[in-house]
């Protein structure tokens, strides 16, 4: 078992910044990639970026130039830097973890006000 725990969501202007942590523990040996999804009222969860376990990342085109998503392997700690942010960044942002199968965090709300 992996669990996943989410900090650092909340409410920012457009154009401020935040970062979300996502913090691993339990049988966390062999976690492969890492990602960040999100979800907006109304709307299907989607993938936001993603990090292997050797550092290769991944963005949706939505975010790319704007978010960092980085890993600390030391710390089993994954981040996801948000910056620029625009009020469709609005929505729940889950950490997910993939090992033997996929692993879901509780999720952190993240609302930009316009």
């Known amino acids: 078992q992996v669990q996943l725990v989410e900090s650092g969501g909340g409410l920012v202007q457009a154009g401020g910044s935040l970062r979300l942590s996502c913090a691993a523990s339990?049988?966390?040996?062999?976690?492969?990639?890492m990602g960040w999804y999100r979800q907006a009222p109304g709307k299907q969860r989607e993938l936001v970026a993603y990090?292997?376990?050797?550092?290769?990342?991944n963005y949706a085109d939505s975010v790319k130039g704007r978010f960092t998503i980085s890993r600390d392997n030391a710390k089993n700690t994954m981040y996801l830097q948000m910056n620029s942010l625009k009020p469709e960044d609005t929505a729940v942002y889950y950490c997910?973890?993939?090992?033997?199968?996929?692993?879901w965090g509780q999720g952190t709300q993240v609302t930009v006000s316009s």
């Open positions: 997910a973890a993939d090992r033997n199968r996929r692993y």
């Open positions: 339990g049988s966390i040996f062999s976690i492969n990639a």
């Open positions: 990090i292997t376990s050797t550092g290769i990342t």
